[in-house]
């Protein structure tokens, strides 16, 4: 309708102009308003992107290498959670990169528990290149906080330890999960979510793509602001361990978070974001060339787990990136 009343009102102008043939005014008044009928309702086609859009993007695609200067950052960072790590073990301290002192805007953290030696150092060197690169700090705990319940209940300790302390937005990311795209910008996916205190993937048996506040979460990969929601969120999970005896539903039917969500529907809608597993927790098994962060998305806890998914990165914990990645993946997904 509004296309047609703007073109009846050009026609107007044009009539108008017919009858005042010598009033230069309203010629330039008529070319105004062609010029903003072509403007505002020119109809661009829409691009849709295929696999081979996808493809083209990674094959082109090539990791920057690090600077001297980013080198011995990255290498002072290793020694420094080298030294760090015994005492905070004993002390159930997180050790944490960067100025101690200062307060940066995003934080990921983990607890490196149960990961050999090995494979521990090549995921922490992915982690800090990540945060480096991002402005990110990276806090590692290598302690369980609770030893009491399962090591998932633990993450709720570890954010509340980070939030007590000032920390404004943390990133949880499980042990076993390996960052795969170092272009990728977390800040940027927090940004677009400027009124969630909470952003959590779906689960892998949610199709690629879809979500919806109400589908089934994972909290393998999951971000949370430093707010009252948040932590009042946090208490009353780890306060649901009798009903539930997991933090998530694993097809069983129960979970802190799903009863949560049951107790707290219009909350839930207001303060938390829900996105597609393939944004921040790509499953290894589904996981697609060009996808951000790959998790492990096996129950079985097995250590040869941690040998596949630091077989992907190289000795500095860089991912692999153009044809290299594309041979291990050869069927982008988007």
Not at 32 to 54: E, I
Not at 146 to 153: C, I, M, V, Y
Not at 297 to 311: E, K, M, P, Q, T
Request: aromatic letters at 8%.
């Amino acid at each position: 309708m509004r296309h047609r009343h703007h073109k009846r009102h050009i026609s107007e102008a044009g009539n108008a102009d017919d009858s005042q043939e010598n009033s230069p005014v309203k010629v330039s008044e008529l070319e105004s308003a062609l010029q903003l009928n072509r403007r505002v309702f020119r109809h661009k086609p829409r691009k849709f992107v295929t696999s081979s859009d996808v493809e083209q993007r990674i094959r082109n695609r090539a990791e920057v290498s690090l600077s001297d200067s980013e080198k011995m950052r990255l290498d002072f960072e290793m020694k420094q959670f080298d030294g760090g790590l015994a005492s905070a073990k004993e002390e159930a301290d997180a050790i944490c990169s960067g100025n101690q002192d200062t307060i940066f805007p995003i934080t990921m953290v983990t607890i490196m528990v149960g990961v050999p030696r090995l494979q521990a150092n090549k995921l922490r060197a992915n982690r800090l290149r990540y945060c480096l690169r991002h402005g990110l700090q990276y806090c590692e705990y290598s302690k369980q906080l609770d030893p009491s319940r399962s090591l998932e209940w633990s993450k709720l300790l570890a954010v509340r330890g980070m939030f007590s302390i000032g920390h404004k937005v943390v990133a949880w990311i499980d042990p076993e999960a390996v960052i795969m795209d170092m272009t990728r910008s977390l800040p940027y996916i927090i940004s677009r979510y400027p009124k969630k205190d909470v952003i959590i993937p779906t689960r892998n048996d949610v199709c690629r793509g879809c979500a919806n506040p109400f589908a089934p979460i994972d909290d393998g990969v999951f971000v949370m602001k430093n707010t009252e929601y948040s932590n009042s969120m946090l208490e009353w999970l780890y306060a649901d361990n009798v009903t539930s005896p997991s933090l998530v539903d694993k097809g069983q039917g129960t979970g802190a978070i799903t009863d949560y969500r049951s107790h707290n529907i219009k909350s839930w809608r207001r303060h938390v974001a829900v996105v597609p597993w393939k944004m921040i927790n790509s499953y290894h098994q589904l996981f697609g060339a060009g996808d951000f962060i790959m998790h492990w998305d096996d129950d079985r806890a097995s250590a040869s787990r941690f040998d596949v998914l630091v077989g992907y990165l190289d000795a500095t914990g860089a991912p692999p990136n153009g044809r290299r990645l594309l041979e291990l993946f050869p069927s982008p997904r988007y």
